[in-house]
Nanobody, 115 residues
C-alpha cells in the first residue's frame, strides 16, 4: 500500500504563497485520484484540490483561482501551489490517494497564515 508524506507547510503572511508537496512511497502512475484536503480547528475536512490520473482537476470553491494542483508521475509527487493566502486558509493539509477499493491519507502538514 502506498504511503504519503506531506511537506512544505509552515507560517505564511496573508497574501503570501506556499507550495505543498506530497511524496508517495511508490509509483503513483496507477493511482486514480490524488488530492489535497484540509481541516481547520473545529471544522470538517474539506476538499482543496484533486487531480486524476488523466490530469483532470477539481478545486474547492474556497481556493478556486488561488490554487494549482499538479502531478509528477515520474517523481511520484503531487504538488499544491497556493497564492494570495488568507487567514482562513490556516489548517492542516492532508494528501490523499484513492480509487476503486482504496483510500490512503498522509499524516498532514500544518499551514498557518498570520501576520
Amino acid at each position: 500500500q502506498v504511503q504519503l508524506v506531506e511537506s512544505g507547510g509552515g507560517l505564511v503572511q496573508p497574501g503570501g504563497s506556499l507550495r505543498l508537496s506530497c511524496a508517495a512511497s511508490r509509483s503513483i502512475f496507477s493511482i486514480d485520484i490524488m488530492g489535497w484536503y484540509r481541516q481547520a480547528p473545529g471544522k470538517q475536512r474539506e476538499l482543496v484540490a484533486v487531480i486524476a490520473s488523466g490530469g483532470s482537476t477539481n478545486y474547492g470553491d474556497s481556493v478556486k483561482g488561488r490554487a494549482t494542483i499538479s502531478r509528477d508521475n515520474a517523481k511520484n509527487t503531487v504538488l499544491l501551489q497556493m497564492n494570495s493566502l488568507k487567514v482562513e486558509d490556516t489548517a492542516v493539509y492532508y494528501c490523499k490517494a484513492y480509487g476503486s477499493g482504496y483510500v490512503v491519507w498522509g499524516q498532514g502538514t500544518q499551514v498557518i497564515v498570520s501576520s
